[in-house]
């Protein structure tokens, strides 16, 4: 209850009843100190960043790159220049994905799988289409997991790149990515959505040993309009980037231009400095509640609702298989029921969950639904919440019968 006291959205109320979130998934909810942190960098800092000799350009510039230091020191990367500032995961991939592409050669092969979120997915896609490169999908199971060995059985000498989710935004299974790194060839390169991970697992970049690994802000507790690529130096530094403009060159002639140091390079453009400055004050957040504590309450809130759910008569759960590693999030559909009528009615007790294909089509054509309700959890979620989901949909599948 004490974390939930510092989400003030949670303490409204729909139609007389209390919110019960559960979308954290799509995007967490934001606590009281990264609200202020964004209102008062508003009040007091607002200017540009980089090259300002002014007062307030300098301090927005420090609030910029201290968020920058407070990620790098979050996932354990050695360096902040291996930390570029995105709009969001998105970005991020998009950008490593079209950066990359200049360093391929026509045949080479792209790995990825049919579990990955629309995001970690078309980007791939779109390169091999446009650069006559492999695009191999490994195919997830009849319940729409993904077994490691197949992936790393798959890489051929032509594999250059392994495009994957470090966890399912539909089941929540949780990708052990460092096997995968560890078991393929030293040259194939490693690039990790990490979207649904860095929300309920700690994630350490370098003992990982991937390559590349993308993150938004806002589900981890922080703004909308920024994310993280992080990528290795070494990589990082040979890359050229594809967006260009203003704060990331060096010098400019009429006839060229040379770009900027790391990690200025790959950041075009006035960025989102308000979202930074709510993004340090996230991870703070996050720190000070000794966030690791939370997934193993998470888990346990997840394993309680798939009892609970799998007494229920005519519910069908997606993925769960006592024998992987997961956390956070179920998919479900109810027998002859919609998932969006699922999800609509479910609001009237105050209950927010998630209707639809949740981006990630090719799984829902594998598990041979056009889509499923989801719950995910979050770090301000109960036992309490978790018994008013459970009421709550018994009323609603009544209702709907």
């Known amino acids: 209850m004490a974390i939930k ?10 139609r007389g009843n209390s919110i019960v979130y559960l979308d954290s998934a799509a995007s967490a909810q934001k606590p009281e ?38 990620c790098a020191d979050f996932i354990k990367a050695s360096s902040t220049n291996s930390v570029i500032f995105t709009r969001g995961a998105t970005d991020s991939i998009n950008l490593i994905a079209n950066t990359i592409a200049q360093q391929l050669e026509e045949g080479d092969e792209i790995i990825t799988t049919e579990i990955e979120h629309h995001s970690n997915f078309l980007p791939w896609m779109n390169i091999c289409k446009n650069h006559k490169l492999q695009f191999k999908v490994i195919p997830a199971s009849a319940n729409g997991l993904i ?14 790149i392994i495009a994957i989710t470090h966890m399912s935004n539909v089941t929540g299974q949780i990708i052990n990515v460092k096997k995968i790194k560890d078991s393929v060839d030293k040259n194939i390169l490693l690039a990790v959505d990490g979207c649904q991970a860095i929300a309920h697992i700690k994630v350490d970049v370098k003992e990982l040993n991937c390559d590349f690994y993308s993150f938004s802000s806002h589900k981890l507790y922080g703004p909308s ?57 996230a991870l703070k957040y996050l720190n000070q509640i000794d966030f690791e504590k939370t997934f193993l309450e998470e888990k346990k809130l997840r394993q309680s609702l798939i009892e609970s759910m799998s007494a229920m008569e005519g519910i069908e759960m997606y993925g769960i298989d006592n024998s992987i590693f997961a956390s956070s999030i179920i998919s479900f559909n109810v027998q002859n029921k919609n998932f969006n009528d699922i999800a609509t009615f479910l609001d009237q007790y105050g209950i927010m969950i998630r209707g639809g294909h949740h981006c990630c089509q090719p799984l829902m054509k594998k598990l041979n639904i056009p889509g499923s309700c989801r719950l995910s959890l979050g770090i301000y979620n109960t036992m309490e919440d978790v018994s008013k989901f459970l009421d709550s949909l018994k009323k609603t599948i009544n209702l709907l019968s």
Do not use: W
């Open 5 to 14: 006291s510092d989400f003030p959205i949670l303490s409204q109320k729909i």
């Open 225 to 281: 309009g920024i994310g993280v690529l992080y990528g290795k130096e070494e990589l990082l530094n040979k890359l050229n980037p594809v967006v260009v403009g203003g704060g990331m060159i060096n010098q400019v002639s009429i006839n060229d231009f040379s770009y900027a140091m790391l990690p200025n390079k790959f950041e075009a453009g006035t960025p989102s400095i308000e979202a930074a400055a709510g993004f340090c004050a």
């Open 33 to 70: 100190m990264v609200i202020n942190a964004v209102s008062d960098f508003y009040r007091s800092s607002y200017e540009n960043v980089h090259r300002g000799m002014n007062s307030l350009s300098i301090n927005a510039t420090d609030i910029y790159e201290r968020s920058r230091s407070a």
């Open 147 to 160: 077994d490691e060995d197949e992936i790393i059985q798959s890489c051929t000498s032509k594999t250059k």
